[in-house]
């Protein structure tokens, strides 16, 4: 609860301070930091399906086949942690490729040049959250490895114990 309380009231406090001092951000500078939000979302978004697609071939195959079928437990687990970033930067992909057309589009509409700081003040909070899912979703990235790191230690581990159990029985017997 706690950490979930903490992470929100940063959240806040970063998009409501994202507000004042990007009043002063031109957007310029602000569709830069577009791109690069939209350049490592299509990142993550394609190493989390590869992935999805090399650890889970024949669950990708049952769930998207016409006769359906069933996928483990473990299988819809791991599939669901592999699926949080990829979900999270499709929609990060969403609003990175809408707001230039709408920065582009609002050029020429007198509101919006009127009241230009509020709306550039509005757009860096928008990249304040966009970049704090970001962060989210490049630890998230990190799961999927540790899973695997994991797993190969806890072979490696059973390997060594039965080398040293044969090789401890072979000494013993000579």
Known sequence: MFPKLAISVVTLLATISGY????????KEQLAIYDGLRNTSAIIFGVMGAWLA???PSSLKKIFSKEGGSISKDDKATINLL???????????????????????????????QYLSIFRGTSFSVLVV?????????????????????IVQKEEAKENLKKGMFYGTRKNNK
């Open 20 to 27: 004042y001092f990007g009043q002063h951000v031109p957007m």
């Open 83 to 113: 699926l949080s970033p990829i979900i999270i930067s499709t929609f990060i992909l969403l609003i990175v490729l809408v707001v230039p057309l709408l920065v582009a589009a609002s050029r020429n509409i007198p509101i919006f040049v």
């Open 130 to 150: 966009l970049t704090i899912l970001q962060i989210w979703t490049l630890i998230l990235t990190l799961v999927p490895s540790d899973t695997l790191k994991r």
């Open 54 to 56: 090399i650890l889970h």
